[in-house]
DNA sequence: CTGTGTGCAAAGCTTTTGCACTACT
DNA sequence: AGTAGTGCAAAAGCTTTGCACACAG
């Protein structure tokens, strides 16, 4: 079975060769489903959640679980391969853009693109509380459509 | 039984009444269970998730459901009583503090607080897409404990 | 008595956990 | 054989939905 879906792999295009190197650069064993995975993650799609991930990569045929879309995701995330924007409670994007960056987010729509370069500047070092360190800042500009309906 | 609740609520201070009137000030009928769940928000915790509200309410006899606290934080959301802080997938904090300011999470703890007043501040204004209007910034400067174990 | 509004049990999500299995040493 | 690493079914957890009940007109 794991045969069978290394095949597949293996016989297709370099991309995917791309993509192991990729993951053995970031110190992650390449398996058949980290491929088929980091495959549609890496794909046209800039963000991407990891329910449309669970679509893409099962589209021809059951071959990857949901936990393992889950679990493999996080392990990029932990990597750094790519990079967790959380704006909705109930769903995380994943973005293959790992250079640091802002975000606006239609909260009508669900859709999440970027700030242009330049475009947004945060300025300023908060006071961090004792012992921690800074990991990262995230900005995220939230919009709506003109015209929805107005809340009562 | 729902005139034991409200005896249990108009026995108490004024407080109750504040609480009352503000939510009449936004629109919001207040009943029962919307007081009680607006006295946890608005008391001393600045930053509150919906299941702490929910262990609050419930700490001395269980008077309030599980769905009513997560659609009365909603419906307190809705009508900007309560400002949704969103860091962490599996958890929304409900921050009583309405006006705009910026937040510090810190992911070993999942402790959340506010940046002091203009020690962080955001520059420019970025392009939106076609026929959305801005609804407002978010910014989340994320920190972790010194001395946390090692990412292999 | 009718219609609007409210509260909650049950259902529906997303995500994590624990265990079987694999594949190297 | 032993050990580290991998994948997934089942469990857990957070949130929403649909319906029964309460209340005002």
Redo the contacts with the bound molecule.
């Keep these: 079975m794991?045969n069978l879906l290394m095949d597949q792999i293996v016989k297709s295009s370099f991309e995917q060769v791309d993509i192991a190197a990729l993951l053995r650069r970031h110190g992650?064993?390449p398996?058949?489903?980290?491929l088929i995975i980091g495959r549609a993650v890496f794909s046209s799609f800039q963000h991407i959640?990891?329910?449309q991930v669970l679509k893409m990569v099962n589209e021809e045929r059951n071959?990857?679980?949901?936990?393992?879309v889950?679990?493999?995701l996080?392990l990029f995330a932990q990597h750094k391969l790519v990079h967790e924007v959380i704006v909705d409670?109930?769903?995380?994007f994943y973005d293959s853009n790992t250079s640091p960056h802002h975000h606006i987010y239609n909260e009508d729509t669900g859709e999440l693109i970027d700030v242009g370069e330049g475009e947004l500047e945060v300025i300023g070092i908060p006071n961090l509380p004792e012992n921690t360190v800074a990991a990262g800042i995230d900005v995220i500009v939230r919009v709506t459509n003109r015209n929805r309906p107005i809340l009562n």
């Design positions: 794991y992650i064993n398996t058949a489903q980290r959640s990891a329910d071959c990857v679980s949901k936990a393992t889950y679990n493999t996080n409670p109930s769903k995380v």
